[in-house]
């Protein structure tokens, strides 16, 4: 047999070699799609009935537009929770798990969120709001914001109060912001982001494939357990590594979650006292007009 012939052979046999891979790789999407792992996890700081699991000088740095999170369990007690504040460049979004709770804002609107309902508030160039528990049931809750860009960030304020039958399911996910499956959010101009409310029964496991893009993920956890490839126990947060991957999780016990998946935010963060700004300069407009309508509040005698 000549050299010519047997490196021939060797070639047609590499070349199939190859073949089979590239094959593998098209065929098998578990080797592109291997589930991302989580790359902190905490449980937050605790003051009263709220904990603060994310902040926007800390971990909202790694997953915005998600730049704050708090969980509260908060008894009524017939005062305000915060009282009315000021927000600019941002959406504050209140996800209400158990109970019911009392909102109003300088938008004009009033009125009442109960469990499995929640409020977005679409701050913009500035609003003040307020909000707390209704007697009953203590008021469970995640409060996260929302880093705005573009036009909204400065836009004008607009408020949604949704009830609990306008949330849309798709199998044991509600879809807060988004969509999943068939289930989209009424919520208008939130491309970019999903904002979910999961409930998984003892044994049952959960594969998110985020949309293209989505390289921001991370979940809290209200009630039970979740196993990946480390154990998210109630009241803790994990964020997951930055990246396209699946995220694959499986209940151990009865489980409630919030989950979130975004296109991260790309411009750096710039603060105020309740704001949240993508430059110094939209940061100073937005806290004139929370000054104008603090203004027009303490005239009114609201403040």
Known sequence: MSIGV????????????????????????????????????????????????????DIGERIKPF??????????????????????????????????????????????????????????????????????????????????????????????????????????????????????SVIPGTGGINYFHVRLKDGERWRYSPPVGHNVAWLAVDNGTLLSDLTIRAREIAVFEESGGVIDVQAAGDTAFVFGSAIKHPHPLFLGYYSVHSSPAALARGEAEIRRIGARLRAEGRL
């Open 6 to 57: 047997i490196l021939r052979f060797f070639i047609d046999l590499l070349n199939a070699t190859l073949a089979g891979v590239k094959t593998l790789v098209k065929t098998n999407p578990q080797i592109a799609t291997a589930p991302r792992g989580i790359e902190l996890r905490t449980s937050g700081r605790s003051h009263g009935p709220i904990t603060r699991l994310v902040s926007p000088s």
């Open 67 to 184: 730049v704050f999170l708090d969980r509260g369990e908060v008894r009524y007690t017939g005062k305000p929770l915060f009282g009315i504040h000021p927000h600019s460049g941002i959406a504050t979004l209140t996800v209400v798990l158990g109970g019911a709770m009392r909102y109003e804002d300088t938008t004009g609107k009033a009125g009442t969120v109960g469990a499995g309902g929640f409020e977005w508030m679409k701050a913009g160039g500035g609003v003040w709001h307020d909000g707390g528990a209704l007697p009953g049931d203590p008021l469970r809750l995640f409060q996260l914001w929302i880093a705005l860009r573009g036009a909204d960030e400065l836009g004008a304020a607009e408020s949604h109060y949704l009830a609990p039958e306008k949330v849309q399911p798709e199998g044991p996910v509600r879809v807060v912001l988004g969509e999943y499956g068939r289930a989209r």
